[in-house]
């Protein structure tokens, strides 16, 4: 069975300030998907980017980036000119190509956004 | 908004007590998705229906059961309800195929008391 890890339960950052948040995932799979999920105060879980496994290019959506090494099953994401609205719990998740299309989440990483 | 809708937004009952959570996918969507999100479990996913049909089941109690209606709501059943089934339950929905997104409803938080 897969499995995603967030080893950081909480992380800060100074306003307009750059954070990566680490992401491990263990798979005997080849090909899959991976994810990163923000769930605000409010609850709702959105998506913020998303890397196919066979792509080698990280995947970027403007200030949000990836690093994804796929060899050591890590996959990290890293926040430019952090805004006070990314504050949020993030969550790393994991879904199967084939098969279930579940996805697995990692435990989550609350970002804080200091003024 | 992503398009899921979840009903109710906030449901407050009793241990050994029964309701019935809905969700509407995305139109177009044919795939739906149940997940509990608990302080101890974190997110879980508990099943999947493709078009009507169960897909994949996770780690569902025996006391939940769900279903897929021909015009694609979900229905998610909990039963004999205990304390450590309050949560928040999140519906998801996709096309189906295999890059499909899945988009979040905004979640039915369950207190049972």
């Known amino acids: 069975a897969q499995t995603v890890t967030q080893s950081q339960p909480e992380m800060s950052v100074q306003e307009a300030e750059t954070v990566t948040l680490s992401c491990t995932y263990d798979t005997s799979e080849s090909d899959y998907y991976l994810f990163w999920y923000k769930q605000p105060p409010s609850r709702q879980m959105i998506l913020v980017i998303r890397?196919?496994?066979?792509?080698?290019q990280n995947a970027t959506e403007n200030r949000f980036s990836v690093n994804f090494q796929k060899a050591a099953k890590s996959f990290s994401l890293k926040i430019s000119d952090s805004q006070l609205g990314d504050a949020a719990m993030y969550f790393c998740a994991y879904r199967s190509e084939q098969g279930a299309q579940k996805l697995v989440f990692g435990q989550g990483t609350r970002l804080t956004i200091n003024p | 908004d992503s398009g899921v809708t979840q009903t109710p937004k906030h449901l407050i009952t009793a241990t050994g007590q029964r309701v019935t959570l809905r969700c509407s996918p995305r139109s177009g969507d044919l795939s739906v998705y149940w997940y509990q999100q608990s302080l101890d479990q974190g997110l879980q996913f508990l099943i999947q229906?493709?078009?009507?049909?169960?897909?994949a089941k996770g780690n569902i109690l025996e006391r939940f059961s769900a279903q897929q209606f021909p015009d694609l709501h979900s229905e998610l059943n909990l039963s004999s309800l205990e304390l450590g089934d309050s949560a928040l339950y999140f519906c998801?929905?996709?096309?189906?195929?295999?890059?499909?997104?899945?988009?979040f409803g905004p979640g039915t938080r369950l207190t049972v008391l």
């Open positions: 890397q196919e496994a066979y792509k080698q």
């Open positions: 229906y493709y078009n009507g049909e169960e897909r």
């Open positions: 998801a929905s996709s096309v189906g195929g295999v890059g499909g997104e899945q988009f």
